[in-house]
């Protein structure tokens, strides 16, 4: 397995090792020793003879150590046993049982899950006394309510899913729902929450033989050996340590254990570090885009895009997901951040954003006065109440009504509609030339779509400002904007106005893209046409066009180079004056 | 859209009280069952092998142990509300004052314990969010959860051995406690150290991850596209979002300090709670372990009861929320 | 093939005092053998109709017909969350055969017998064979739509209800979906109810369309008569905010 290479994965193997070398080799090689006593070397110091120095009776405190790990580790991994077990049963039984008995279980779970397992540990003690299994037994009990938390709520979060309600559909029973969909769902998370139990356990188990609860003499483990070792620790210090240090490695082995078995499970991209910025000089046309790049790492999701707004502009900029519209706009307003490298130049004058989800987008834990009063005071300089006042102003210009009122709201009290309008409001709250919005309706029912869309135009005849539209949606676009800019595959291959976007455009991408996605008036009896293939990933690099090889039109010419943007064409076959169709006979696929 | 009542926040305040008297109930039930689920007479092996029938019997009788199981029940709750905790079994002391005696010394180490996490772990953690996000300073963040991930595995009662061994016995530096009685603020140095250094590690890995979280929300990127100066980016739109996480573990950490400072207790010979617990287990002195375990699982209880209060000021949002 | 009839449906979501009609009512018919499209904004109950026909969730008042267990299926908007990840696509499709016999054991059936119907199914939809050995995760969300679509026929339903299963697609493989839904439709005479929020994707699929708004159907007939001669205002201003490129 490559990840055994990582530094965690070396780490795993190493504690593995320890610990099976620990438990199953310490008490053969050490046996003899650990028993050994010599009443003539009475708690001496760390000898050439006694690494660690001896106890009171003379044995040697390392070949202790090294014996006690079987039992110590062996006494953990059952009151493990037990807490995960107990743990899945009590867990599972409100996923088999129904809601009402199921909202009980969870509800007493809750309370006792709210008490320290140590404390939980003491008491059971006192009830089952002292003594090693007795010890183990405390501490696994005290611990199933924590992994019947757990389980429980996994498996909460996995019935939640569609596969689990498809299944109910298809008549599947509970038993099995639990066993054959379930388990095997949350099995990877408990087989992690498990490896740490054990090293908590271990922990614990040190706990209570130290405090004199656990394991007894003649029996020894770590914990006794460490009360033992405390007690004449200023004859010899290192026979404290030892067997805490012993604890601590288990321990720790037991976590990076855990850890490992998460990543293996979890799968973890590392990032690339890098750094850069790009330049942004003062305002001519309202925005200025030249040759803009944005790289992270290997991959270039935008390849060199170039493009330029009018003050008072309506522009769209269009494309399916991996294009590279977000993060051409996202450069543009210079919020890309590390590893993500941003090349070429941009000039624009204020920018306001919006984005796509206003629900996410807005900081829920602060008023929406807040959030746009706070553009006021820190770059209009204006005092707190001049500036909940022009948030309140800007709240009415969106057609919020009761903005007074809105104002002192937050976020999540508001509907999906009237966020996107605060969001709005918000941009505004200062003189912006352009105002850059990310799918600002995606989220949204139709009808609230078209009151944003009629609100942004609004805004912009007002204002002036003006604005770069992002969507995958040619119809959104073509409600608001006068220009069309289409992207694929990290370029621009089309810049249009809407009536030649109506007409029939030239590039082949933009023709299929239009033929592909019904309208209100797409003939019913033909079949949708398909764009066979898909789209390039940011990393990939190809020699010639990147809609040649998913393009009708393409030949060797197209395969070889990559045609330069011309006459708003990027194209070596440009069609010329065609409408087209929907639900053209495009090839299938 | 959820039906609103018209005082959410007295809504939500109504039902963490109604759950904190639920557990308080369970908790006070389950100190009482727990003394008489114990096989064999409690008397007895309080008062030990040699205790003749006659005082055995007067113990007994003297305790009330001899009355059927829900008149003891009903004596053991109203005796709560009058503060009435019964006597030690083995000393005839009554429990209360034990208590009283014995509650400053661990209260006042463990506040101070929590003091030194939150000092520590919140800004910490933060700067560490801030510098290390988008896999930059790679050294540094190595460093970090190196440290904090040793330090937060290693259980207290080690570290204050090893406390104990370096400062104490090697370097002669600071004391251990002093049972005399004259308690200085040197002696509560290692003690504070040992109890805060597992959970101040684990908050601030905590408040890492948080941060990583928050700094790369939307929200903070709608922040970063206003311009705002990285003070207010930081303090007034990461932080609320990252302590309801932070205090989530917080909590529970806390709770974690508390059971931990039984077993720091007991390495310091601290005269605290803890020390008088272990102890009356040892000796089965059960109307004493009683008493400590109402007050340290109350202490608990009232805990996660703040923690929720504040998690309701701060996040609007966990008010509506159902449980 | 039987029709799909829903008969004064309510159904109410909540507890005690949080909880909402959300199906105020519906009386709602899909023909045998016919694609009724379903339209309406978030909320207005058309999700929670279809999960009442297949048992999701109670019904406070009214029926529906079909009312045996597996009559309807259900295909998913989701494509990432309506697969088991830990099953193989022939697992997931397998356990949605229907059982030969009432008491028969899975080894009871002849061992060739399932693959060879998890292979037929898969082929319905597109698909090759190889592909019942493969895990959801491996598989695009336009390949995963059509394994649901699959496991959802095994089932020999009489009835299917298709809700949102493009919205969650690209633009591209929309397109190919619903060619296959309307391809599939054709072939085996399916009873479809097709619910969507897109309206040019509902009249391009739909023989008649049904419109929801806040629980209540309030308007229904030929797709070509709501949507040119819309009669309800709700209809209306829906229609006129569906923005249109021509």
Sequence with gaps: MRRLRTPLGFAAVASLAFLLFMVVLGPIIWAGEAVRTDTMALNQGPSAEHLVGTDGLGRDVLARVMVASRLTVGLALLATAIAVGGGLVIGGLPAVLGRRAGRLISGFIGLVVAFPGLLIALVLAVVLGSGGTSAALAIGLASVPAFARLTQTLAASVAGRDFVAAARVLGVGRVRMLFRHILPNIGEPLIVQATLGAGGALLAFAALSFLGLGVQAPDYDWGLLLNEGLNRVYLNPAAALAPGAAVALAGLAFNVLGEFAAQVFGGRATAAPAAGRSARPAPGDALTVEDLRVAYGDAEPVKGVSFSLEPGERVGLVGESGSGKSLTALAVAGLIEPPGVVHGTISSGETAMVFQDPMTSLNPALRVGTQLAEVARVHGRLSRKAAWERAVTRLTDVHIAAAARVVRQYPHELSGGMRQRAMIAMGLMGSPRVIIADEPTTALDVTVQKQILDLLREVSDRSGAAILLISHDLAVVGQLCSRVLVMYAGVIVEDLTVERLRAGPAHPYTRALLASVPDMAADRSQPLATIPGRMPSPAERLPGCAFAPRCPLADSRCHASPPPLENGVRCWHPVAGESVTVAEKGSEG | ?323 | MTALEFHGVRVRLGRGRQAKEIVRGVDLEVPSGTVVGLVGESGCGKSTLARSAVGLVPLAAGHVVPGRRRAVQLVFQDPYSSLDPRMTVGAAITEALPRRRLFARPSARPPGAAAAEVARFLDLVGLEAAHAQRLPGHLSGGQRQRVALARALAARPEVVIADEITSALDVSVQGMVLNLVKDIQRELGLTLLFISHNLAVVRYVSDRVAVMSEGRVVEEGPVDEVMGSPRDPYTRTLLESVPRLR
């Design chain 2, 1 to 323: 859209m959820a039906i609103q009542t018209s005082h959410p926040w007295a809504a939500y305040l109504g039902r963490r009280l109604m759950r904190f008297l639920l557990s308080l109930a369970l908790l006070v039930t389950a100190t009482f069952g727990m003394v008489h689920v114990i096989p064999g007479d409690p008397v007895r092996a309080a008062l030990g092998v040699t205790a003749s029938p006659e005082l055995i019997a007067a113990r007994t009788a003297e305790l009330g142990l001899d009355l059927p199981i829900w008149e003891q029940y009903g004596r053991y709750v109203t005796g709560l509300f009058t503060g009435e905790l019964g006597q030690s079994m083995v000393s005839g002391l009554p429990v209360a004052q034990t208590i009283a005696d014995r509650l400053p010394y661990t209260a006042l180490l463990a506040l101070v314990a929590f003091a030194v996490v939150m000092v520590t772990a919140v800004p910490v953690g933060m700067a560490l969010a801030a510098w290390t996000r988008g896999g930059r300073r790679r050294g540094l963040e190595l460093v970090f959860t190196g440290v904090s991930g040793l330090l937060a595995v290693v259980p207290e009662f080690l570290l204050a051995v090893a406390l104990i061994v370096v400062f104490a016995v090697t370097l002669e530096l600071l004391p251990v406690a002093d049972v005399t009685g004259a308690m200085g603020p040197e002696h509560y140095v290692l003690p504070a150290l040992a109890l805060a250094a597992g959970p101040a590690a684990a908050l601030a890995r905590i408040v890492r991850v948080e941060g990583l979280g928050v700094l790369s929300s939307d929200y903070l990127r709608t922040a970063r596209a206003k311009r705002l100066p990285a003070r207010l980016i930081h303090l007034r739109h990461a932080l609320p979002n990252l302590l309801t996480g932070a205090l989530t573990i917080g909590g529970l950490l806390i709770s974690g300090l508390i059971a931990g400072s039984v077993l720091v207790e007991n390495v310091f010979a601290w005269p605290g709670l803890g020390d008088a617990m272990v102890e009356a287990i040892k000796a089965k002195d059960y109307p004493v372990v009683q008493g400590v375990v109402l007050i340290y699982g109350g202490a608990v209880l009232l805990v996660n009861l703040a923690v929720d209060v504040a998690l309701g000021k701060l996040d609007p949002r966990s008010t509506i929320r159902e449980d």
